[in-house]
């Protein structure tokens, strides 16, 4: 095989990641379809420069997280759960209890889930900023307005 016609596979360089900010309404969107597109942008997956073992992805910003979607089935059925390690420490609470008291949290929860179970997958989450609401202090970022379905 002649080496001149080979090509090298590129490889991004943390020098050569240029971040963006995206903000995403998350008003009357369905959870997994918004957290798995989320997920995309924070892994870097949406550029041509993806490389799996470099964080090339962008910040997201999202609002309105009170207002996400789930069947009606979920809604009624769908439960948090964590566990302190200790005996009897198991903490359960409903979907409907989770969307009154901290909404942000189904968003996050839902797209750590997404994530590659890594160490990078830690630093990813970082750029994921959840609000509830329409209003959020990144406005000096100029996030890009972008609908999930052009994702």
Known sequence: ??????????????????????????????????????????QGKHKPTYTPYIDSGDFVVVV??????????KKENKIYRRYSGYPGGLKEISFEQM???????IIQLAVKG???????AKHM???????VGPDHPHQAQNPKEIKIENI
């Open 64 to 73: 309105n997280a009170e207002k996400i979607k789930l069947s009606k089935d």
């Open 125 to 131: 989450m970082k750029k994921l900023k959840v609000y």
């Open 99 to 105: 969307q009154s008291k901290h909404p942000e949290r």
């Open 1 to 42: 095989m002649n080496s001149k016609l080979v090509q090298p596979s590129y490889t991004a360089k943390k020098e050569d990641i240029k971040r963006e900010w995206f903000l995403i309404d998350a008003k009357d969107y369905t959870l997994g379809r918004l957290a798995s597109r989320i997920a995309k942008i924070l």
């Open 114 to 120: 997404m994530m590659p179970k890594t160490i990078l």
